[in-house]
């Protein structure tokens, strides 16, 4: 197996430096020449103070302004990151090893890093704030999504535990607070075929041979609200939230189903009422069985005033 290369820059604020490999073929000049080429959003004057500053470095360190352009080499540097609003939620750690890190991530904070959501996601938080440079999340959970998410400690072990949730050998429990409807015969398994067209918010559900099942069961009602257990045997995008809306009770807080709205990133306010509640699988390692459960309760269900018409 090849080994990958370590990267001659240290991580920063958690995170890997940019890597771009060189093209064989090309008619720049300096190695600057193609920087400007090869990164379009960047201002040139931006990629001059980098290379003033030592900040863009090959395998021997940093590059000169008026280096060279070396086909087949590669370069790193450490992207400029975007303002981002904080997240005023605490991150609570549930369980930790030394292979194992499973915490429950509040609402609003993304799993990893993408787009306009860098410092502020639950891996990069953990990295600085555990001291845990090489941390990496075995699976995920939509930003607006709170609840259980286990991340892997040791680099060893990403295979094993990975392999769990892509085979779906872990069984995942959730709690929903939705509508309750008595005419809604409940539990029930809801199979759909749910696609998720690139560049579009919102996925849908549409005809042909289901890709999604979800057992849905009513835990308890009262006050017109219910709360409910989901299963999910598939992982389809947004399959929790089209299977209720599909029931015709939607998640209370879902801004995309049934209706897609705006909602602007810094406003906390009314969270998806979806928490990850539970994992449970044989561990890879030891043969053992483990059940992790959450530590965290659906605001919706606790105080039902504050959430009354909407």
Do not use: C
């Amino acid at each position: 197996m090849r080994r990958r290369q370590q990267p001659p820059l240290p991580k920063r604020f958690g995170l890997d430096p940019a890597r771009l490999r060189l093209p064989e073929t090309g008619e720049w000049a300096t190695l600057r020449d193609h920087l400007v080429e090869r990164l379009p959003r960047v201002d040139p004057a931006r990629i001059d103070q980098l290379l003033r500053e030592g900040a863009i470095v090959d395998m021997d360190g940093p590059v000169a302004p008026d280096a060279a352009y070396v086909p087949g080499g590669a370069v790193w540097f450490h992207r400029d990151l975007p303002d981002e609003t904080p997240v005023p939620f605490e991150i609570t750690v549930v369980h930790r090893d030394d292979d194992l890190l499973v915490v429950d991530k509040p609402h609003f904070l993304a799993t990893i890093p993408r787009g306009q959501h860098i410092r502020q996601t639950a891996l990069v938080r953990l990295r600085e704030e555990l001291g845990l440079p090489d941390l990496v999340p075995a699976h995920r959970l939509d930003r607006v999504t709170a609840g259980l998410v286990l991340f892997i400690v040791n680099p060893a072990r990403r295979g094993a535990y990975q392999t769990m949730f892509h085979r779906r050998t872990v069984r995942k429990e959730y709690e929903a607070i939705a509508p309750y409807d008595p005419a809604l015969t409940l539990p029930r398994t809801v199979r759909s075929r749910i696609v998720k067209e690139k560049h579009v918010l919102a996925a849908m559900e549409v005809d042909g041979e289901p890709n999604a099942e979800t057992e849905v069961d009513l835990l308890e009602h009262r006050d017109g609200l219910g709360r409910y257990r989901l299963r999910p045997h598939t992982g389809r995008t947004h399959q929790l939230r089209l299977h209720m809306n599909g029931l015709g009770i939607p998640i209370l807080g879902d801004d995309f189903y049934p209706t897609l709205t705006d909602k602007p990133v810094d406003d906390f306010t009314r969270p998806l009422q979806l928490l990850a509640a539970t994992l449970e699988f044989t561990d890879p390692i030891s043969g053992e069985p483990r059940r992790f459960d959450t530590t965290r309760t659906l605001s919706a269900w606790h105080d039902y005033a504050g959430w009354a018409g909407g």
